[in-house]
């Protein structure tokens, strides 16, 4: 039994979902910002985005066990007109990031 | 007219400047735009960005001068983002253009025009503004359309809400299409990938654009 639950919570952590949030520069406008989303969801590795002007922030959900580059996200952000200040993976979840925005 | 200078070389001045609807939005994004500019001139405007600092694409200008129906141009333009600048509130931007395109005016159909212009704008979530202007020539007509915007933002709006701008616009027309600096008060409204802004000239015209990325 024990086996099979630490089995059971390695492979959980291997698939598991990340989060990864961006410090951005240049986000005053939704209307100019939704090439963000549109360029970040064509990446496989993408689940869901969060956007907020007022924190500067996006935020990515990836879907399990997988991963985007910096290099990855610096490209497609810049392939949108805008600069990364910063990229950090977090134990937040969207979810959790979503609540504390007051986002959708 | 100098006025009109003035009031444009103030806000150039005064902020690093501006522009109203952006002709590329993004790597791989369409834009559509159609505008009524107060009974003097209809425009429509599609252009497809390859990268987020150029696109391409086509457009149709009618212009209703003094004497009526002066001309009407459809042309081929390319587009440049010649610079950016994001801040952490605020992003200003330089484009510039060029096209070429055919023509019909009183003057003569079948004309060879061509196109240039420039926009500059500057914008926070609660001020914005821009300077634009266009320039078409044939051998039968030459005309420029300067237009400066300047808006503020009752509330600042996010990536999900609706934004809202109050904006003044003022649109100076070369060529005799029209006396005078043509002035407008607009309600700007846009939310997801849909923008649309209408309002009224001081002599009651109505003045309005939509736009859509996509």
């Known amino acids: 039994m024990k086996i099979f639950l630490a089995t059971l919570a390695l492979l959980s952590g291997a698939a598991a979902a990340g989060t990864i949030e961006m410090k951005v520069h240049g986000l005053v406008c939704a209307f100019c910002a939704q090439g963000i989303e549109k360029t970040l969801r064509k990446n496989p590795a993408t689940d869901d985005v969060v956007i907020s002007l007022e924190h500067k922030l996006v935020a990515i959900g990836t879907k399990a066990g997988t991963d985007i580059t910096d290099a990855e996200l610096q490209k497609a952000l810049t392939d949108a007109g805008y600069d990364v200040k910063g990229i950090t993976r977090t134990e937040r979840s969207l979810a959790e990031i979503r609540a504390s925005l007051g986002a959708k | 007219m100098n006025s009109f200078r003035g009031v444009i070389a103030c806000a150039v001045m005064l902020s690093p400047a501006a522009l109203s609807a952006k002709p590329i939005a993004y ?7 159609v505008e009524h500019g107060a009974d003097t001139m209809n425009e ?10 150029w696109s391409f694409g086509a457009g149709y200008l009618e212009i209703d001068g003094l004497a009526g129906r002066e001309r009407e141009i459809v042309y081929a333009r390319a587009n440049y983002l010649a610079k950016r600048w994001n801040s952490e509130d605020a992003q200003a931007n330089v484009f510039i253009w060029g096209g070429a395109g055919g ?18 704008d500057y914008e926070t979530r609660r001020v914005y503004s821009s300077i634009k202007t266009d320039l078409h020539r044939s051998s039968a007509f030459t005309h420029r359309i300067d237009t400066l915007q300047l808006g503020i933002a009752p509330y600042e709006h996010d990536y999900d809400t609706l934004a809202t701008w109050l904006v003044v616009q003022g649109r100076n027309y070369t060529g005799g299409i029209h006396e005078g600096v043509e002035w407008a008060v607009l309600l700007r409204l846009f939310k997801g990938s849909a923008w649309i802004e ?3 000239t001081t002599d009651g015209k109505l003045q309005a654009m939509a736009m859509l990325n996509f």
């Open chain 2, 198 to 200: 209408a309002g009224a």
């Open chain 2, 44 to 53: 429509v405007q599609v252009f497809y960005a390859p990268r987020y600092d």
């Open chain 2, 103 to 120: 023509a019909s005016a009183n003057q003569g159909s079948g004309l060879t025009s061509w196109n240039a212009g420039g926009q500059v």
């Open chain 2, 27 to 33: 790597a791989q994004g369409t834009t559509v735009m």
